[in-house]
């Protein structure tokens, strides 16, 4: 009996020592698969929040580890690449930047470069009631409505809504999208093109314009382009018709009178 309970217990260990090898290389084999999946790729990102504007320098940026997949389009990789930028919209702490939130620097103001190519930047003297209470924020999406006087001397006037979905650019002086609260406001500028622009110069010239807040979740439909309907073929001249106007002519021999008419078909 002591001899099979001392069987037993040498066999247990010998198992037991069979397992700790198996479950250490299978950690081992785990560990080394995990460490091949953690490959990451460097991307820049904003290491403070930075407001629209701001020129990035090295304070302003750090670069972070991410999986492969979850690098966004367009992040930038190489921090030599952003330093000397433009923020063109407020970034956040921690926020990867991408290519159209920061431009390069250009000559003149930061709202310069935030209007995009082919674009124009146009300004509407508004006030508290045009500019929507107060509650316009950069960013957001308005039509523009053209009101103007019907005729001379008369009280009736019409609206048409002149241009739909422009982009503020600022309200007053102020391009940061971050107040919530409404403020007063005199102009408020929008990204247009130039096109669009002249349209609004005119109707301020004719009348005024007020601004209509538009949901930004709210996608527009390009116009449908009116095609032009076949021109009919014009009909054939009719053949010029030359009218006659009979007449008469008296004749007198001696005492005799006489009349000829003339002109009769």
Known sequence: MRFKGLLMLLVS????????????RWMANQLAGAAADAELNRAVAAAVEIPFGTRLDATHIKMVELPPESVPEGAFLDPAEVIGLIAVEPLYKGEILIAGRVVENVSGSALAAAVEQG????????????GVAGFLLPGNRVDVIATRRKGVGLGETEARTLITNLKVLAVDQTTSPEKDSPVVVRAVTL????????EIVQATQQGKVQLALRNP??????????????????????????????????????TALSSVRFGEE
């Open 119 to 130: 674009m124009r930047a146009i300004t509407v003297r508004v006030d508290d009631v045009i």
């Open 191 to 198: 990204e247009a093109t130039p096109r669009q622009a002249e």
């Open 13 to 24: 260990l010998a198992l037991a020592g069979v397992v700790a090898v198996f479950a250490n």
């Open 217 to 254: 979740l709210e996608d527009v439909p390009p116009a449908p382009v009116a095609e032009a309907d076949a021109a009919e073929p014009a009909p054939p001249p009719e053949p010029l018709r030359v009218a006659v106007v009979p007449w008469n002519v008296d004749v007198i021999r001696g």
